[in-house]
């Protein structure tokens, strides 16, 4: 088992920056891959960001390509989402998630955070 907690969320101005962080405990991170989705209201849960167990290969949706930025430290069981240039669509509850594969489907994730609330405003 894994258990997940997210931290770093907010109420920011669209440009602004927010840095989410993801602590792990229960098991060590370093066999998961980690992802951050993230859920609008009305709007399904969607595939934010996701790292590799070794932190070498990431992958971003489209929409937050440039601008936000995962990575993780295996030694102290933490991931992180730093987000940049905000905006006001960014708006949601974003959770973290552990994986045994790789996968941007969030049916794959394991294992899921509480999540944590940012919101943009304009």
């Known amino acids: 088992q894994v258990q997940l907690v997210e931290s770093g969320g907010g109420l920011v101005q669209a440009g602004g920056s927010v840095r989410l962080s993801c602590a792990a405990s229960?098991?060590?991170?370093?066999?998961?891959?980690m992802g951050w989705f993230h859920q609008a209201p009305g709007k399904e849960r969607e595939f934010v960001a996701t790292?590799?167990?070794?932190?070498?290969?990431?992958d971003y949706a489209n929409s937050v390509k440039g601008r936000f930025t995962i990575s993780r430290d295996n030694a102290k069981n933490m991931v992180y989402l730093q987000m940049n240039s905000l905006k006001p669509e960014d708006t949601a509850v974003y959770y973290c998630?552990?994986?045994?594969?790789?996968?941007?489907?969030?049916?794959?994730?394991?294992?899921w955070g509480q999540g944590t609330q940012v919101t943009v405003s304009s």
């Open positions: 229960g098991r060590t991170l370093n066999r998961y891959y």
């Open positions: 790292i590799s167990w070794s932190g070498v290969s990431t």
């Open positions: 998630a552990a994986a045994l594969k790789w996968s941007t489907i969030s049916r794959e994730y394991d294992y």
